[in-house]
């Protein structure tokens, strides 16, 4: 994505710099190669702020992150921006997506009558004894579908190398774009944090 920078009384070093596009990329890899952006950082007193400001073709984003550091200022900008980009995206699938309906194909009751030219003439004995034969519908069921096995990926990036808090694990899977995350805290107490379907980040305590 294309991103502008702006200073205001402060100074952008380049890791922050580098930190802010590579965040700005991935809001972009949600909204399309047609949105951009800009980046303003300021200073209040001793509150550092970052204010993220994004163009997409039918929507504009907006989000402010204030701290005791421009990083962490950003971090929370991008998190409440990815929010936003997220929801956003959830309410075009809901409208794009089709109610399911349940069809069941079943075929009516076929009857094979025989033909009575092909037939020599029977007599009245075979005529009393056939009295007592039915004929007898004969039904289609629809076809079951074929299981598919899951497939199974490895992934040894979802794992975290240093202890950590449960607010810095937080931070680092929201700025990763990782829906899971296994850390451990400095007590060595392990934990399990991943993102439902919702979107909300769950914490699970592995005993």
């Known amino acids: 994505m294309e991103v502008e920078f702006t200073a205001r009384q402060v100074r952008i070093p380049k890791g922050l710099r580098d930190m802010g596009q590579q965040g700005m990329d991935r809001l972009g890899r949600l909204l399309g190669k047609s949105a951009h952006g800009s980046l ?16 997409a073709r039918l929507q504009t984003f907006s989000a402010t992150g204030k701290g005791a550091t421009h990083e962490v200022a950003l971090r929370e900008a991008m998190t409440r921006a990815e929010n936003q980009v997220r929801r956003h995206r959830d309410r075009r699938l809901a409208t794009k997506r089709l109610p399911k309906e349940d069809k069941v194909m079943t075929a009516p009751p076929v009857a094979r009558p025989k033909s009575r030219a092909s037939q020599p003439e029977e007599s009245p004995q075979a005529g009393r004894a056939r009295k007592g034969r039915t004929t007898i519908a004969v039904h289609s069921f629809p076809v079951r579908s074929t299981v598919v096995e899951p497939h199974v990926a490895k992934n040894s990036q979802a794992i975290a190398l240093r202890p950590m808090t449960i607010e810095e694990a937080v931070k680092d899977a929201e700025f990763q774009d990782r829906d899971l995350l296994v850390f451990r805290t400095a007590m060595g107490e392990l934990y399990v944090l991943h993102r ?12």
């Not at 439902?196 to 005993?207: A, F, K, S, T």
């Open 196 to 207: 439902r379907r919702d979107g909300l980040m769950e914490l699970v305590e592995v005993p």
């Open 40 to 55: 303003v950082f300021s200073a209040q007193r001793r509150e550092q702020i970052v204010e993220l400001n994004i163009q």
